[in-house]
C-alpha cells in the first residue's frame, strides 16, 4: 500500500461494495396490512438491506398480508398470528425453528381499539373493550417476545422493536389507546430488563401521526397531522413511512448493541416543543 514516506500507513476507510446493514439477518415482521403501513416499509427495507423475511397476519386481514406482501422485492411467506392465540403463537415460533433454526428479530407492530374506546368516550367505555385494546396493543408485545425468545436465544441474542405513539401526555381522541400505549412503554420496559442477560434488546420508535390503517380510525388524526407539520422543527410528512422504517432497521441491525428498554421518538421533533 502506497503512503508518504516517514508517514503514517493510509489504511483504507471502507470496503467495496459495502455490506448490507441486515446482511443474514432473519426477521419476523407484524402488522402489515397495506402498501401505507409502517411494517410494510420496514420490510421492504429489510429485504433490500439483505434481511430474510417472513410476515404474519391475522382474521379477516390475513388475506390482505398475503396480497401486499406480493408487493414486496421478494415476496415473503405469510403466517397466521392472532396475538390473543397462544396456539397460533407457538405455531409460528415452530415453523420459524423448522425454516430458520433461530430468529435474529421481531417487529411489534400491532394494536386495536374497539370504537367505544375512541372518539371522545373515555368516560363511557366499558371494562370489556377496555381489555381488548391492554390485550392486543400492549400485552402482546410481552407475548411475542417470550414465545420467539427460545428462537433469539438461539440466534445468540436478538432485538425486538415495537411502534409506539408518544404516551407521555393525553392526546385528543386517542383515550384508551393511549393508555394502552403507556402501557405498552411500560411492558418493554420491563422486558429489556428481564431479557438483557439472554442478550436480547427490546425497544419502541415513537413515531409521528402517519396516515395508516390504523390511523384512519381514529377520530381527529387530519388535524393532529397539521399541527404536527406546524410545529414539528423538522417538519412532518404523514404521508411518508421511511424515516420511522430507517429507525426500526438501526434497531434491528447491530448498530445499537447497547441500547434496550428505550424509546426513541422520530416524529420531526415535535415531542421536544412546548405550546
Given at each position: 500500500m502506497h503512503r508518504p514516506a516517514g508517514g503514517p500507513?493510509?489504511?483504507?476507510?471502507?470496503?467495496w461494495p459495502p455490506m448490507a446493514l441486515l446482511a443474514g439477518k432473519r426477521l419476523l415482521v407484524t402488522g402489515v396490512l397495506t402498501d401505507d403501513s409502517i411494517a410494510y416499509s420496514v420490510a421492504a427495507l429489510a429485504q433490500k438491506e439483505g434481511a430474510e423475511v417472513v410476515l404474519t397476519g391475522a382474521g379477516r386481514g390475513l388475506s390482505l398480508t398475503k396480497r401486499v406482501a406480493q408487493h414486496l422485492p421478494t415476496p415473503p411467506p405469510v403466517l397466521e398470528l392472532d396475538v390473543t392465540v397462544p396456539l397460533q403463537v407457538a405455531n409460528v415460533a415452530e415453523d420459524l425453528k423448522e425454516r430458520w433454526g433461530a430468529l435474529d428479530g421481531v417487529?411489534?407492530?400491532?394494536?386495536?381499539?374497539?370504537?367505544?374506546?375512541?372518539?371522545g368516550g373515555f368516560l363511557d367505555a366499558p371494562w370489556e373493550d377496555v381489555q381488548v385494546a391492554l390485550q392486543?396493543?400492549?400485552?402482546?408485545?410481552?407475548?411475542?417476545?417470550?414465545?420467539?425468545?427460545?428462537?433469539?436465544q438461539a440466534a445468540g441474542g436478538g432485538s425486538v422493536v415495537g411502534l409506539d405513539f408518544d404516551a407521555a401526555v393525553a392526546w385528543p381522541f386517542y383515550d384508551w389507546m393511549g393508555v394502552a400505549k403507556a402501557a405498552l412503554e411500560s411492558t418493554a420496559r420491563y422486558l429489556a430488563r428481564d431479557l438483557g442477560q439472554h442478550r436480547v434488546r427490546v425497544n419502541l420508535i415513537s413515531a409521528g401521526p402517519l396516515r395508516t390503517v390504523a390511523?384512519?380510525?381514529?377520530?381527529?388524526t387530519a388535524a393532529l397531522e397539521e399541527v404536527w407539520g406546524e410545529r414539528a422543527p423538522l417538519g412532518w410528512d404523514a404521508s411518508d413511512a421511511s424515516s420511522v422504517a430507517k429507525a426500526c432497521l438501526a434497531l434491528l441491525s447491530d448498530l445499537?448493541?447497547?441500547?434496550?428498554?428505550?424509546?426513541?421518538?422520530?416524529?420531526?421533533?415535535?415531542?421536544?416543543?412546548?405550546?
Open positions: 500507513p493510509c489504511w483504507p476507510l471502507v470496503t417487529l411489534h407492530s400491532i394494536g386495536f381499539a374497539p370504537q367505544s374506546c375512541l372518539g392486543v396493543s400492549a400485552y402482546s408485545l410481552k407475548v411475542l417476545t417470550a414465545g420467539f425468545l427460545p428462537l433469539m390511523a384512519k380510525a381514529i377520530p381527529g445499537f448493541p447497547a441500547t434496550t428498554g428505550e424509546i426513541i421518538h422520530v416524529d420531526g421533533g415535535f415531542h421536544a416543543m412546548g405550546a
